[in-house]
């Protein structure tokens, strides 16, 4: 049943950027409003301000490797195309922590806020619920994933658009209107303490690298796939800081109760019960969207892992011959989602964080390596954007890594120690060889 097949090349930028703001889900705001205004001191506004900074020279390295390799895999091809097949394994291991454990997030995060609508029913429900349809909706395919998307994204940007119409009268029928120091809502607060929440928060912009996954899905990848990631950067970036504005300025200081379910609880202080049962209505579809989105891309990353045997070929790097997904894939992916049942999400995040900034740091240094070492591209614009912009970009990410806490730096060690095992017993297996990359046409 299961055999060796091309993944199908359907999306347009419109799927792309759905998917990957459905992957990344405006609505993380409110469902992680808790873990994040905590780490960022109350100061959420500068936070997400300084992490902008360090994703927006990241996501130009992205669109750069995009250009180059035009092919499944993200991070792990391009620095393993670019550096070293060993550095590109680290890379790739690491990113599959974020991407493994964005698939728990999601599911977390929608049995923890339907447990809070409706408390008689067990959290561990919804869990299971939503890991079985979204292992349906992936293995039929990614254009039926890519189409339900766009239709929840397109509902998230709503009820944020209509939250924040709703603070702005608020704040003109208060009278506080002017006077706000957007960069204030916390007395004491060190720069540093501020630079370690920007490396927590960074955690929101997570998702526009996902879309490089499904570069050998997408018509014209070259031109499609930087497009998409400027765009789902700016999307983003739109909504959290008008957001992350005006609850500062209506909400200075606000304190909540359960960390986990901060978010609903904001809702039911500003809007009474019948904003909090709108928002859980939208979460349950964002984070349906977003379970979606994150396991298409955790299952092209394996099978393209599979692919290069890295993993084991006949089954991660297999396609389903009727569906053309990796179903073997998304199966285990659905697994693992089930973790949620066990996890705790401030947990579940740090490990999301330090694959992610791992992974952001070698794209960063790829450009490098790729356009100015190995080509030997030398003009002015070569220099200043694919030389100083990456560095930039990475020296804002190695210390946002430097930021995180101990416990994110010490799970993360364990994770590449375990993997640096896994690699030298697979290479012996291969005989010491280094792994094989498949050449992928770009028209299919």
């Known amino acids: 049943m299961i055999k060796p097949v091309s993944l199908k090349r359907n999306l347009s930028l419109y799927h792309v950027v759905a998917m990957g703001l459905a992957w990344m889900s405006p609505m993380i705001f409110f469902t992680s409003f808790g873990v ?39 991070a792990y091809t391009y620095v393993s195309r670019s550096m070293h097949p060993f550095l ?20 977390l995060m929608f049995g923890i806020n339907l447990h809070a609508q409706f408390p008689s029913v067990p959290s561990a429900f919804w869990i299971v619920l939503i890991t079985l349809i979204v292992m349906i909706v992936n293995i039929i395919g990614i254009k039926t994933s890519a189409n339900v998307n766009r239709i929840f994204v397109l509902l998230q940007i709503f009820f944020i658009a209509g939250f924040c119409a709703l603070l702005v009268y608020k704040a003109v029928q208060g009278g506080l209107s002017a006077g706000f120091n957007p960069f204030g809502g916390a007395d004491g607060v060190t720069v540093s303490e501020l630079l370690a929440g920007a490396s927590l928060v960074c955690f929101s912009f997570l998702g526009f690298d996902s879309v490089t996954t ?69 979460i349950i579809f964002s984070i349906l969207s977003q379970s979606m989105s994150s396991m298409t891309t955790v299952s092209r990353m394996m099978f393209v892992m599979g692919r290069s045997h890295i993993l084991p070929a006949g089954s991660f790097g297999s396609v389903h011959s009727r569906f053309r997904t990796p179903v073997f894939n998304i199966v285990l992916a659905s697994v693992v989602s089930l973790f949620a049942l066990f996890i705790h999400l401030d947990t579940a995040i740090k490990f999301v964080n330090f694959g992610a900034l791992t ?18 591209r030398r003009s002015a614009g070569d220099w200043i954007f694919r030389f100083g ?16 806490d101990l416990a994110s730096l ?28 498949v050449h992928v046409e770009e028209a299919q």
């Not at 790739?92 to 698939?103: N, P, T």
């Not at 990456?390 to 930021?403: C, D, H, K, Q, W």
């Not at 030298?424 to 297996?429: C, F, H």
């Open 36 to 74: 994040l205004s905590e780490g960022a001191h109350g100061m959420l506004l500068a936070a997400y301000v300084l992490a902008f900074v360090a994703i927006l020279f990241t996501a130009g390295s992205y669109g750069e490797m995009s250009k180059a390799y035009p092919e499944s895999g993200s």
């Open 88 to 107: 590109g394994f680290v890379v790739g291991w690491a990113i599959l922590l974020d991407y493994l454990f964005s698939c728990i997030i999601a599911v």
């Open 214 to 282: 499904m570069a050998e899905e997408t018509k014209d990848p070259r031109r499609t796939i930087p497009r998409a990631i400027m765009i789902i950067v700016a999307v983003a970036a739109l909504l959290y800081f008008a957001t992350a504005y005006l609850i500062q300025q209506m909400y200075p200081g606000y304190s909540f109760k359960n960390i986990d379910s901060a978010g609903f609880e904001l809702m039911g202080t500003i809007g009474g019960s019948a904003l909090a049962s709108i928002f859980t209505f939208v």
């Open 359 to 376: 992974a952001f740091l070698f794209v960063n240094l790829s450009v490098v390596f790729h356009y100015i070492v190995r080509e030997r």
């Open 389 to 404: 912009c990456p560095l930039i970009g990475a020296g804002f990410v190695f210390y946002l890594i430097t930021r995180l």
């Open 410 to 437: 010490m799970l993360g060690a364990g994770w590449l120690a375990f993997g640096l095992v896994y690699y030298g017993i697979a290479k012996l297996a291969r005989g010491g060889r280094e792994v094989a990359f």
